[in-house]
């Protein structure tokens, strides 16, 4: 009787073997990708009015907001400062929601929402008698490109020190309005009282241009430029999270450095 020889595998076969198993492999993990994905989006969003941000995303980006701002906020972390000659004469504008009307700029007050709903209304003369700070830093946009720019205006923590917000200051969060509500942010109390954080009416030592929202808008170095809300109409405090125009298209609220 004749017996069977096994034969050892050719180099040939060897290859086309793990060539199958790795491929198949690779297979399965682009279904699992495309599963895990699909399933993520099943999921609720925990925020509401449409801040679309699933569940395990956010959990992602709220763990970052804790660590960045650890670190950049705990130790008195300050954004990089520049030499006035550094920053550029002409600085590109970006972003123009609430700004496109002209109009509403002329009779400009401020409306402050105080805690218990009052509503007071500040003139720029008022907001330029405060102490007055410069700013030369790198201005970073998420679209990736930055650049130094020249800022002057009223720090936040003065200002909120100068009209006795200390209830307000002590909430969680601070929200920001153009005057016809097209463009809003929210942003952390520790970052608003950050010492870089200025209520801001010059650039380059002149008003602002109204593109790039005169008559007042925030700076917030330690944050992206999502952040400094230009024109300001309203502030407003609260304990829960205000809207974010960006954080609403799923952008990151938190945005820091
Ligand atoms: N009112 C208003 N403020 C805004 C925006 C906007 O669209 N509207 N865009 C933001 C973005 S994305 C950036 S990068 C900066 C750009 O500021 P600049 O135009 O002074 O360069 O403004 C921020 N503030
Ligand atoms: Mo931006």
């Known amino acids: 009787m004749k017996k069977k020889i096994k034969q050892p595998l050719t180099i040939e076969q060897k290859i086309r073997t793990r060539r199958i198993l790795s491929f198949s492999v690779f297979i399965v993990f682009i279904f699992a990708g495309i599963a895990g994905w699909r399933y993520l989006y099943t999921l609720p969003s925990n925020l509401p009015e449409g801040q679309n941000t699933r569940v395990p995303l956010r959990k992602v980006l709220d763990g970052n907001e804790k660590v960045f701002s650890m670190l950049t906020l705990s130790n008195n972390h300050l954004a990089k400062t520049f030499p006035k000659e550094k920053a550029v004469k002409k600085p590109r504008v970006n972003g123009m929601y609430g700004l496109r009307n002209d109009a509403d700029t002329t009779n400009w007050q401020l409306h402050l929402v105080k805690a218990n709903g009052d509503t007071i209304t500040i003139t720029l003369d008022s907001i330029k ?23 002057s205006g009223v720090r936040f923590s003065d200002f909120v020190k100068h009209y006795g917000l200390g209830k307000e200051g002590a909430m969680n969060y601070v929200g920001l309005i153009t005057p016809d509500k097209q463009y809003y942010v929210g942003i952390d109390m520790p970052s608003a009282l950050h010492p870089q954080t200025l209520l801001c009416y010059e650039m380059n030592g002149e008003p602002l241009p109204v593109k790039q929202g005169y008559p007042l ?12 809300l230009k024109r300001i109409g309203t502030i407003c405090f609260s304990n829960q999270r205000p809207k974010d125009y960006w954080a609403e298209q799923g952008y990151d609220y938190y945005s820091g450095l």
């Open 129 to 151: 008698a405060l102490p007055k700070t410069e700013i030369v830093f790198d201005f970073k946009c998420i679209e990736g490109w930055s650049q130094v720019t020249h800022w």
């Open 217 to 228: 808008r925030l700076i917030i170095p330690t944050k992206y430029g999502i952040k400094s």
